[in-house]
């Protein structure tokens, strides 16, 4: 898969938003990715096992601060792991 969209309305995307939780935006969403990950939510484990090592995580915010480097190194750490 060359490409993955992972902006809102997503399984991977941030509910948390710039304009109401500022520069938090981002930590939040680590934290929310996190409690996911811990309680195994079918849609989000079943989008992060969609990712390749080749996939570009393709999101609206970008080139700013973005959600998708979260689930970038999650991803990258998971499978090291074998979770994925």
Do not use: F
Request: aromatic share 8%.
């Amino acid at each position: 898969m060359p490409w993955m969209y992972v902006g809102r309305g997503t399984p991977l995307g941030n509910p948390y938003t710039r304009a109401k939780h500022g520069d938090n935006a981002i930590g939040l969403y680590l934290e929310w990715l996190r409690e996911q990950v811990r309680s195994r939510s079918s849609d989000v484990m079943a989008e992060l096992r969609r990712i390749e090592e080749s996939t570009h995580l393709v999101c609206s915010c970008a080139p700013r601060p973005c959600h998708a480097d979260i689930i970038a190194t999650a991803w990258s750490a998971m499978r090291e792991r074998g979770m994925l």
